[in-house]
């Protein structure tokens, strides 16, 4: 849509689409920020996103002892609106597991019945950094799960290995470049884009404002010594020329 606002159909474009990608997270964010920032004003479910961070890899001895754990892949940034606290929520879910068998030569997956229980959406307390490495210490609740982000984007957990195996965590929040969700232009393009619908064609407005700008360019095409980008003479207008100080003999 864009592009078609543009006029830009050419395979040679100076405008990449990775730019207007970027252009698209950045006026989503800010717009958000104008709309919902600094108020009591929910924000709509459209703006979420679930980033999905799979099982922990957690050590084979000392299973019942409270540690601390952090998952590889850094999470991205998430966009402050009301507080990261009160808009983002970790969860897990767990699966039964299961037992490949081969019946009459074809592969079948079987659940075992002791762990056909799945939670789903359990969340787990989400706590700022500065507070995580004091909490846990009670005896009474030693496999309390915590969780936050760290300085460097990984999210740490706060738990026993007994308890945190074979649970799959998630993260729901309002990111702030939801393209982060995918490793390829195509993919980018072809995702749901977390934004409301009132807010979809401010936001190609805003874009086509800017890259508008860019598309035109000067130039003075005929080769006739004559600098056609000048002002005409007739609207020219000297500056105010300042009244003299001294006076004649």
Not at 51 to 58: A, I, P
Not at 67 to 91: A, C, D, Q
Not at 118 to 143: A, C, H, M, Q
Request: net charge negative; hydrophobic share 35%; charged share 25%.
């Amino acid at each position: 849509m864009i592009f078609d606002e543009l006029k830009l159909d050419s395979d040679d474009s100076r405008i990449e689409v990775e730019h207007i990608i970027f252009l698209l997270n950045k006026y989503r964010a800010i717009l958000a920020k104008q709309r919902y920032g600094g108020t009591k004003r929910d924000v709509p479910l459209e703006y979420y996103q679930i980033w999905e961070l799979g099982q922990l890899d957690l050590p084979a001895n000392n299973t019942d002892v409270r540690r601390t754990f952090s998952f590889k892949k850094p999470v991205p940034p998430i966009l402050n609106l009301h507080g990261v606290l009160l808009e983002t929520s970790i969860s897990y879910h767990t699966a039964p597991l299961e037992e490949h068998c081969i019946i009459d030569g074809a592969p079948l997956d079987l659940y075992i019945q002791s762990t056909s229980f799945v939670e789903n959406n359990i969340d787990v307390n989400f706590i700022n950094p500065d507070r995580f490495k004091y909490l846990g210490y009670n005896k009474w609740l030693t496999s309390q799960p915590y969780a936050t982000i760290g300085y460097d984007h990984k999210l740490y957990i706060s738990s026993t290995a007994n308890f945190l195996n074979g649970k799959y965590f998630r993260i729901q929040g309002i990111f702030e470049n939801p393209t982060d969700f995918q490793d390829t232009t195509d993919g980018k393009l072809d995702m749901y884009f977390p934004v409301e619908q009132a807010l979809v064609q401010p936001i190609i407005d805003l874009i086509i404002k800017e890259l508008g700008n860019v598309l035109y360019l000067p130039k003075d095409g005929e080769n006739n010594s004559s600098d056609g980008l000048s002002i005409p003479m007739g609207s020219y207008q000297p500056p105010k020329v300042r009244s003299k100080t001294t006076v004649d003999e």
